[in-house]
């Protein structure tokens, strides 16, 4: 493998740290809070509630996707693009985010075609990830055994991306149904699903972390966290996703909003635990080249972000939707 | 501000003056307790090694006073170590030796160490536990010697320095009883490693990742490996968990001494028959520390030599020598490799070199026509070392050597420790010239005995097969080598066919001791070091033990006294 | 027995590699970085063998490990000379041989002696086949001239002579570039492990035909 691959993931990580910041700057306040007149009054929620919700998702799926493109940039170029096709979640990712960005800035109560396509994308190539992955792992000699699950192509890895494209993809969906009575996903309950998948999301990434941390052997306790917090989250989540939806007395889930927000700031709080991982590896930051890659991974931790800041966009539109 | 005169290690002492060099800070210093000469130590240990350094830590840990001696320097590894073959024989123990025999050792490399932390500042990690019926070989299998100790007490001590270590090792391991998990998980495999493995799955026998004694993980302020791949030659990173970065800075902070370019030339007997101390060279001159009870831990040739050097008017034949089994026994292990080349760039310089293994040859009786066992491990030869075993064992040079010199990244090889029985007749001895010190020099005899060689057939053999299954052409042997050194101070039951008991304690001398390979009646087809440890671990309870019932002669009672104390450190 | 006398037919596999462009990177320490300097500063005038002795050693070096014209020859023989002058030792000597200085002096003189005895010339002024010649009998035992006394020639060809020869020439960077290895890796080691995968900082292999490919890579490793 070429040198020539050096500049591709320094500006993959670039965008996707420019991008994830840019993704968890506030929304800009609304100053003109104009009133649709076109829309006529009728009974429920306001559709502004579920848009928000949309733009929220997006946000989500974007910082998902900012985690995958900066993930997947360090991880191939350590496997030296072997295979073309290791390009491919680059690409992918970077549309995601580009098109996570324009939803979190769109207010448009519809689906947009090209973001809808984008999304779907972002699910296949999750997929067909996880087979080239998993692909990865059998062939090598030993098959499926602690070494290669431990240093072969991560299983849980392209998951992050499919479960990006999930989220935007409901995302759409919640927009397209934001005129309706009750915001819904393929007839689901939009709230409700998304909860559930954003749970079983925390619940895989939280086993992706456990693997790679039992592999590093939780030689420091904060290690335990990723796989103590987020599964705490994922039941909260999925209690809340199987709420009462006649119950007004629990909607507004106030510990499992708490918890979100504590997931979103652990994701966060990851990444400079794994930079001081980084700095503690023979030469620290100085033998950069190596312990980027053989270090820690510095992206891998908003991922836990993304997936709290879909959570909350569902909360949020359970809050306002009694029965979404 | 402390000044240092000079600052090389190998040219002045380093551990002085109530302080001794921190290990894992450039320039760094701990403090030290330090002892006078006159004042009698409870214990002074001739060694720093896989046995010295781990009792030790463990005495100083129970309260005795100890002051450990080591010939060679004591290293910083951070600042010390270059990344460079030729440098690092400064490890190597190479002061003048004479070996003959059938089969003359090669010495003063892979099985020889010359520094605080003896031999384990440049072993391969390989950190492995004895088959539990070679503990009792002659009665279970029919060869060599039973051991005084039980494999299930064994057992537990493994344990603990497995844990001491952090050695990274596989979830499960394939043969033996059942094991409690290693501490750290294994190092990912080179493509090395996959060629052993994949001989193995095509001859239908298992195969897993060494457990090694070197960090997958940080360990407070020893980094994780890099795959520098110089483990032999010393590790610059400190992730090797050798005795110098793990048992003696614990020593330290239990209040050991350790004296570093401190030659033991003599061990002092009164007319009681017991030992009162050990005379050492050091800056110049020679001097003598009283000890209460002295404990040998030079290995198999240099504490066989200190015991025959040492001997006096009533013990003509040397120290703790009744039985006449002093330096007798000697075994080394088989080291012999099969070597090939692959299609692949296998680039076997990456990484620790052994990080596969096979013990399918250790624990399978069927279909041997030898006594013993072997296990196979992949390689990652050095360049100096590749050209010199291409020199040596293949015979090129000329334009062939330097040819086959550019396939370097193409190879793929096997090598296996296989085990020697012991024989009698394989002996350290002293020769008449003497070395820099004035003292004399050993000699060491070795001839390989029939079953040696039909176990190394045996292994060539099915090596072969596994390195062609693998897809090597141009398969070559290497039937020379040989690797660690054991025996020449058996441990036993009885007085006239041993020289210690289970304790590693002289049957002769009740206070003096003898604690490193030297000690094995049997040598197994494992590299030792964890064994050795594992002794050292015993013993020290052992002493613990006897201290607490007054048993140890000569020795003071405050050890027992101060047992709430150590354990609470 | 396989042909000696031909030159070397050393392929160039590294094209463009030179180790000693990571010199001032992260993969060499203070300590390799001193080492190395000094072994690169090794002049050719001999500090433990005479002038005799080290022409000698020069005309046997060259023959242990022929060296290609195309770069600067490594000085084998005042490595080895500089290894005897700091006294540096194996560990051990096999029954017979003297410690490795008098070895040196000792089998150097034999070797003249054989030399003279045969060809009546010494052995630097052989022709490069005589001098195979003279060397492969020394390896096979064959030389038993007085001047050995007890040591065996064959010990003295293979455990001392090809020993440091060859140990002398593989301390050299220069040979590392040849056979395509990584060098000093401290603090900097090694990510990628697997069949051929190579870090940006390793020697690039040319595959037949794509030598300037490698070329290329290789002026890039650091």
């Keep these: 493998m070429s040198n020539d691959t050096d500049w591709l993931v320094g500006a993959g990580l670039a965008l996707s740290a420019i991008a994830a910041t840019a993704m968890l700057q506030p929304s800009p306040p609304r100053r003109l809070e104009r009133k649709p007149a076109s829309l006529p009054s009728r009974p429920g929620p306001h559709p502004r509630a579920s848009v928000r919700a949309a733009r929220r998702l997006n946000r989500a799926a974007g910082m998902l996707a900012a985690s995958v493109l900066a993930d997947s940039s360090v991880e191939h170029y350590r496997g030296s693009f072997k295979n073309k096709a290791m390009y491919t979640p680059l690409a992918v990712s970077a549309l995601t985010l580009a098109m996570s960005a324009h939803g979190t800035a769109d207010r448009r109560p519809w689906a947009h075609r090209l973001r809808d396509g984008s999304y779907l994308l972002a ?68 709230a409700r699903t998304i909860a559930a998948v954003t749970a079983a999301g925390l619940l895989g990434t939280s086993g992706e972390a456990g693997l790679l941390h039992f592999r590093g052997a939780f030689h420091n306790p904060f290690m335990a966290v990723p796989v103590t917090l987020p599964p705490v989250g994922a039941a909260l989540l999925f209690k809340a996703a199987a709420r009462d939806p006649g119950d007004d007395k629990t909607r507004r889930h106030p510990l499992t909003r708490a918890w979100m927000w504590l997931l979103a700031a652990m994701g966060f709080a990851g990444v400079g635990f794994h930079a001081y991982g980084v700095s503690r590896n023979m030469g620290g930051w100085r033998n950069w080249s190596q312990n980027i890659l053989a270090g820690p991974p510095l992206p891998a931790p908003p991922s836990f972000t993304g997936l709290a800041l879909a959570g909350l966009a569902a909360l949020g539109l359970m809050r306002e939707h009694p029965d979404a | 501000m402390f000044v240092d005169i000079s600052d ?30 006159d004042e009698p130590v409870d214990f002074v240990i001739v060694g720093t090694g896989a046995g010295g350094g781990t009792l030790a830590c463990k005495l100083a840990e129970y309260g005795f006073s100890v002051v450990a001696l080591d010939a060679g320097p004591y290293f910083r590894p951070l600042e010390d170590f270059a990344s460079d073959e030729a440098e690092q024989t400064k490890l190597y123990w190479t002061d003048d030796r004479i070996t003959d025999g059938a089969n003359p050792l090669q010495l003063g490399s892979n099985n020889s160490g010359k520094a605080v932390g003896g031999s384990t ?73 996959r060629v052993l493995a994949r001989g193995c799955e095509a001859l239908g026998i298992s195969w897993t990742e060494t457990p090694l004694a070197t960090l997958s993980a940080p360990r407070g302020l020893a980094h994780p490996c890099v795959y520098r791949g110089f483990c032999v030659a010393g590790c610059s990173t400190n992730a090797k968990q050798s005795a110098l970065v793990t048992w003696i800075p614990r020593a330290l902070a239990a209040g050991a001494e350790i004296r570093d370019l401190a030659m033991a030339g003599r061990i002092e007997v009164d007319d009681d028959d017991r030992v009162t101390g050990v005379h050492y060279h050091r800056e110049g001159r020679w001097r003598f520390q009283r000890a209460r009870n002295v404990v040998v831990a030079g290995y198999a040739i240099e504490t066989p030599r200190l015991l025959l050097n040492s001997a006096t008017d009533r ?86 050597l330097v040819e086959e010199m550019t396939n370097y990244n193409h190879v793929a090889g096997l090598k296996i420790v296989g085990e020697m029985l012991p024989q009698e007749r394989n002996c350290v001895t002293l020769a008449d010239e003497v070395d820099q010190y004035g003292l ?49 101070a058996r441990m036993g039951d009885d007085p006239r066919s041993s020289v210690v008991d289970a304790d590693c304690r002289s049957w002769d001398i009740p206070n003096l001791w003898i604690c490193d390979g030297s000690v094995f009646p049997t040598v197994g087809g494992v590299n030792p070091s964890l064994t050795i440890q594992a002794i050292a671990c015993r013993t020290a309870d052992r002493i613990h033990a006897m201290a607490r019932r007054g048993e140890l002669t000569g020795s003071s009672r405050r050890a027992a006294q101060t047992r709430t104390a150590s354990q609470m450190a | 027995m396989h042909d000696r006398s031909r030159p070397p037919a050393i392929p160039d596999r ?15 320490n203070d300590k390799t970085r001193e080492v190395i300097a000094e072994r690169l500063s090794v002049t050719a005038t001999p500090l433990f063998l005479s002038a005799g002795e080290f022409q000698l050693v020069r005309a046997v070096a060259a023959r242990i490990v ?157």
């Design chain 2, 315 to 400: 013990h003509r034949d040397g120290l703790a020598n009744s039985s006449g089994l002093v330096g007798k026994y000697l075994m080394t292990q088989s080291n012999q490799a099969v070597w090939g080349l692959m299609d692949d760039e296998i680039r076997s310089y990456k990484g620790p070199p052994s990080l596969a293994i096979t013990e399918h040859w250790n624990y399978e009786d069927n279909g041997k026509d030898f006594f013993g066992g072997y296990a196979y491990m992949s390689q990652g030869p050095l360049p100096q070392l590749w050209a010199n075993t291409l020199a040596q064992a293949r015979g090129l040079w000329g334009a062939r």
């Design chain 2, 121 to 193: 500042v440049h072993f391969a990690m390989v950190s492995l536990r004895l088959r539990p019926e070679w503990f009792k070989s002659r009665t279970l299998l029919g060869y060599g010697a039973d051991w005084p100790i039980d494999w299930r007490e064994m057992w537990t001590y493994y344990e603990e320095v497995e844990q001491a270590l952090k050695i990274s090792g596989p979830i499960t391991y394939p043969w033996g009883p059942k094991r409690p998990r290693y501490p750290y998980r294994a190092h990912p495999l080179n493509a090395a490693a």
């Design chain 3, 14 to 28: 590294y094209p463009g590699y030179d180790v000693l462009t990571k010199r001032s990177g992260p993969s060499w």
């Design chain 3, 66 to 222: 022929p060296q290609p014209s195309t770069r600067p020859p490594i000085p084998v023989a005042a490595l080895v000379d500089r290894k005897l002058h700091a006294d540096i030792a194996d560990g051990y000597r096999t029954d017979g041989m003297p410690r490795h200085r008098e070895a040196w002096r000792r089998g150097l003189r034999a070797l003249e002696a054989e030399a003279l005895t045969a060809f009546h010339r010494p052995f630097t002024e052989l022709s490069e086949g005589m001098q195979d010649q003279l060397l492969q009998r020394a390896e096979a035992g064959e030389l038993k001239a007085a001047d050995w006394g007890d040591m065996r020639s064959d010990d003295f060809f293979k455990r001392r002579l090809l020993r440091d020869v060859v140990l002398a020439y593989y301390s050299h960077p220069a040979a590392w570039n040849e056979i395509g290895w990584g060098g000093p890796a401290s603090p900097r080691g090694y990510v990628r492990l697997d069949a051929n995968e190579r870090d940006p900082w390793e020697a690039a292999e040319a595959e037949p035909g794509h030598e300037a490919d490698a070329a290329r890579t290789n002026r890039h490793v650091r």
């Design chain 1, 123 to 190: 699910a296949a190539t999750g997929l067909i990830g996880t087979g080239f992955h998993v692909y990865n792992v059998t062939r090598k000699v030993g098959g499926f055994s602690w070494q290669n699950l431990f240093y072969g192509a991560p299983l849980g890895a392209p998951m992050a991306i499919l479960l990006s494209g999930l989220l935007g993809f409901c995302s759409e969906r919640v927009r397209d149904t934001s005129r309706a009575q009750r915001p819904h996903v393929f007839g689901l309950p939009a």
């Design chain 2, 8 to 37: 090389d290690p190998q040219a002045t002492p380093r551990a002085m003056a109530g302080r001794a060099p921190d290990v894992f800070r450039p320039g760094g210093w701990v403090p030290m307790r330090c002892h006078r000469d």
């Design chain 2, 440 to 488: 004399r020099i050993p000699r060491v005899t070795y001839s390989w005995c029939d079953n040696d060689r039909r176990l190394i057939d045996h292994s060539l053999a099915f090596m072969t097969r596994a390195l062609q299954a693998a897809g090597a052409k141009d398969i070559w042997a290497q039937e020379d080598d040989t690797c660690h050194l054991n025996g020449t």
